[in-house]
């Protein structure tokens, strides 16, 4: 009658346990998860591509596109933001654009544009709470490759 263990317990678990926790998390962590679950989407989206699973790169798609329009979009301070806000906005509008014909096409290389085009913000929106890392990376990219090897 009851199983010990289901998907479906450990999702609402899930559920419960990101619920609980959100509350301890600034808004810059918020917006953080917000790109990784973007890219989590699109590499989930990806897979079920590469498997034939239409309903799971649907899913995929899907749950991209909402975190794109009612989480980042909506997030953004148009007002506060000015150009950076407006090109942030450009973006966003151009994934949501090619998220949606990378659906109705079964494109992967779609997919890995708008995964190409939002990492590089999200590592950016990471690196901004922790400017000492992002210092350091930004040293090991500019040293001539003979010394790295060194």
Request: charged share 20%.
């Amino acid at each position: 009658m009851f199983n010990a263990f289901s998907s479906r317990s450990a999702s609402a678990y899930q559920r419960i346990n990101v619920e609980t926790s959100m509350p301890t998390f600034d808004p810059h962590q918020l917006v953080a998860l917000l790109y990784e679950g973007v890219l989590n989407a699109i590499a989930s989206a990806r897979g079920a591509l590469a498997r034939n699973d239409v309903q799971a790169k649907c899913d995929g798609i899907g749950k991209a596109v909402r975190i794109l329009e009612e989480g980042l979009l909506t997030a953004l301070d148009r007002e506060a933001g000015g150009e950076l806000a407006a090109s942030l906005e450009a973006v966003y509008d151009y994934s949501l654009r090619r998220l949606i014909q990378a659906n109705m096409a079964n494109d992967d290389a779609m997919l890995q544009e708008v995964a190409r085009l939002i990492e590089p913000i999200s590592q950016a929106w990471r690196d901004m709470k922790n400017p000492a890392a992002a210092a350091m990376a930004a040293a090991n990219d500019a040293m001539p490759s003979a010394l790295v090897e060194a």
